[in-house]
Structure formats: C-alpha cells, structure tokens
C-alpha cells in the first residue's frame, strides 16, 4: 500500500524559510520523479517542483530561485526548501509521484502559510 506523509509546514512572515518533508512507502521510490504540489482552496492542486531519477531539476517560475527540491532515494525521502516566501505561496503542499502514478494516493499534505 503506496503512502505518503508530508511534514514541515507551518507559519511564516514573508521573506522567511521553511524546509518541507515527504516519506514516501510501499512503492519502488528509486524509480519514480518526485514532486512537491500545492493547492489553494478551491482551485486544482498544480506542480511546483519536480526531481527526476537522475537528480534533474524542474521549477515553476514563480518559485524557481526560491525552492529547492531534493531526494533521499536510501530513505525514500523528498524534501523542499522554500526561501524567500510570499503570501502567495500560502496553500496546502503534498508530494507525489511526477506524474501522479498511483491512482487516488494521496497524503493529508501540509499547511503553509505566510502572512505578516
């Protein structure tokens, strides 16, 4: 049973640091890209960060030179450090497969929000 389990969120003033975390189980993790996503209440969830197999990189503008996303493939882990937040980074942030793999696996994700 493929799981995922997003940490690291929390509340920040803009301009401030926060540094995500996903455990990913019961799925071959070496194999797949990684994503870091977020939604906005009401709106569809949308990729931010990708890492693929090979280490690549991949960013949305709005947080590329913001967001670093990294891999732990020995402890099936995938990581996003977020600098410099904007009040529009506010959303709920989950990790998953790039693209989703696993049909309706989902994690709860995880709260941030950024608001002076």
């Known amino acids: 049973q493929v799981q995922l389990v997003e940490s690291g969120g929390g509340m920040v003033q803009p301009g401030g640091t926060l540094r995500l975390s996903c455990k990913a189980s019961g799925l071959t993790f070496g194999i797949h890209p990684m994503g870091w996503y977020r939604q906005v209440r009401d709106k569809e969830r949308e990729l931010v960060a990708t890492?693929?197999?090979?280490?690549?990189?991949n960013y949305k503008d709005f947080v590329q030179g913001r967001f670093d996303i990294t891999r732990d493939n020995d402890k099936e882990m995938t990581y996003l450090q977020m600098d410099n937040l904007k009040p529009e980074d506010t959303a709920v942030y989950f990790c998953?497969?790039?693209?989703?793999?696993?049909?309706?696996?989902w994690g709860q994700g995880t709260q941030v929000t950024v608001s002076s």
């Open positions: 890492i693929f197999t090979s280490g690549r990189t």
């Open positions: 998953n497969t790039v693209p989703p793999y696993f049909e309706g696996v």
